[in-house]
């Protein structure tokens, strides 16, 4: 495996593939989910479907095909979408009568539905949830991070009023950020997109951006308050309380598979995935060890302690191969097996087990009696030391004193020096498309978002020393 800091997307491609998370798939651009990789998003979909019961979302499902005409309703969304979208034309020998899209998102699909749904004020406000796989033909992929098929939810809402949406719209980002940091163990930067960097077809779009070990930016999820545009381009009209037709307010929001791309990004290191229990595919595996064929006591006590720990609920393995001991030890930690349970003719005589932290050095010798209080403790204590860690890591790697375009291309060439990571950059800036046009054509780094949080305040304009209109943080993003 290569090392993170000579060739971290490198490491991250050889990791992917090595510890079976998935395949690539003989169509450009698209990848199979192996039953490890997909069970990590299994987690995601459970978590963040306790939060739509919680709020009365309803989960539903829409058709993968949209006609061409829905698109053409909303100028700004088809014209975002355009360099991106597959086309069906044709069914065997025949033409179609209108061309039909491999949906990229389903604005126009559940406006046309909402439309038709919604008619008085008591029907708002109006909120669903889809769980899909949508398609965008990229020109540049990488596993999870930027595929030309993903899998994600997207959630579309409409509401009597801007107040009403705009607070789903809020609410949402801030769970986002809940299901990245307390669940995945991901830090976030929580901001408003600038206009350049917009949902095509919103209003506003909010973000939650991770910092990966590199550096670099992902997207980690978006929340769009949509206004009253595709309202009105789909006639999603209501009765209001005055006897009139008026337009509703709508939102979009999604998270998709990016999230274990950066997952792996933020957690992993040089022997391979990091997952916090929460997520994690396998929380504990057994193994015995020595000469453990000669004394069927031990497999007899994994047995009884598999059982034990399926039971309590634990994602458990028992690794009962012939493979050697080294050979296992390398293939789970590959994996990203939380905690290594390790018992021979030894530990058996000594009554205890030996136990492996997957994120911690050293092994630890665990009576029986013990174990059960062991494991819970230390599967509850995990994800909050690797946010702690991860958010540690992100502040090493944020630069907040950068006050010009001279200075930003000194820190890069620095950074490439050294072999660090340029990671994210907080910029005073105008408010213009030019400025951020001029710092992506000369340095590779895009605007981020508009932080809710400031570090420091900036006043002047990263490009031409006006005064700023924002503070922003820029970094370059996969």
């Not at 126009?108 to 539905?113: D, E, P």
């Not at 909120?127 to 990229?138: D, H």
């Not at 600038?194 to 973000?207: K, N």
């Not at 994994?302 to 393995?317: E, S, T």
Request: charged letters at 25%; proline letters at 5%.
């Amino acid at each position: 495996m290569s090392e993170q800091t000579n060739d971290f997307t490198q490491w991250y491609l050889q990791t992917v593939q090595q510890a079976e998370l998935m395949s690539y798939s003989p169509v450009r651009g698209s990848i199979i989910f192996r039953p490890d990789g997909f069970e990590l998003w299994e987690h995601i979909q459970e978590e963040f479907n306790r939060f739509l019961k919680a709020e009365g979302i309803r989960n539903a499902y829409f058709p993968m095909l949209i006609p061409k005409s829905f698109f053409m309703k909303e100028a700004d969304h088809i014209e975002g979408f355009a360099p991106e979208l597959p086309w069906v034309t044709e069914v065997g020998d025949e033409k179609l009568e209108e061309p039909l899209a491999l949906r990229p998102t389903s604005e126009t699909m559940i406006g046309s539905a909402f439309s038709d749904w919604i008619n008085s004020y008591r029907d708002l406000p109006y909120e669903i949830n889809q769980w899909a796989n949508v398609f965008r033909w990229e020109k540049k992929t990488l596993p999870f991070l930027r595929t030309s098929e993903f899998l994600w939810q997207e959630g579309h809402t409409a509401h009597a009023d801007e107040e009403d949406a705009r607070r789903r719209t809020m609410r949402v980002l801030d769970e986002y950020a809940r299901l990245c940091e307390e669940f995945l163990a991901i830090p976030v930067y929580k901001g408003q997109k600038t206009p350049s960097e917009r949902f095509a077809g919103a209003v506003d779009t909010y973000s939650i951006e991770a910092m990966m070990k590199d550096g670099k930016a992902v997207q980690a999820g978006t929340s769009h308050y949509m206004g009253t545009k595709f309202a009105e381009a789909f006639e999603i009209n209501y009765l209001n309380k005055e006897n009139k037709h008026v337009p509703t307010h709508t939102t979009s929001w999604g998270v998709s598979t990016r999230l274990l791309g950066s997952l792996i990004m933020t957690h992993g290191d040089e022997n391979g995935l990091v997952f916090p229990p929460t997520v994690a595919p396998t929380q504990i595996v057994m193994m015995p060890v020595g000469p453990w064929k000669k004394n069927p006591a031990i497999m007899e006590k994994l047995d009884a302690l598999y059982a034990h720990f399926k039971a309590q609920g634990y994602r458990v393995r028992l690794d009962d191969t012939d493979n050697s001991p080294g050979y296992k030890f390398h293939e789970w930690e590959l994996k990203g097996a939380c905690i290594r349970i390790e018992c021979g003719p030894r530990d058996l005589e000594n009554g205890h087990v030996m136990t492996k932290i997957r994120d911690i050095d050293g092994k630890v010798a665990v009576s029986f009696d013990e174990l059960d209080a062991y494991i819970a403790t230390e599967l509850e204590k995990m994800p909050t030391r690797l946010l702690e860690n991860a958010r540690k890591r992100n502040q090493e790697n944020e630069y907040t004193s950068i006050e010009t375009l001279d200075e930003l291309k000194a820190h890069i060439e620095t950074c490439k020096q050294e072999n660090r990571p340029t990671g994210f950059v907080l910029i005073g800036w105008d408010g213009s498309e030019e400025t951020e046009a001029k710092i992506k054509e000369e340095t590779g780094f895009t605007t981020r978002n508009i932080p809710f949080d400031v570090p420091v305040e900036k006043t002047v304009d990263l490009v031409n020393g006006s005064s700023a209109k924002h503070t922003v943080w820029i970094a370059r993003a996969y």
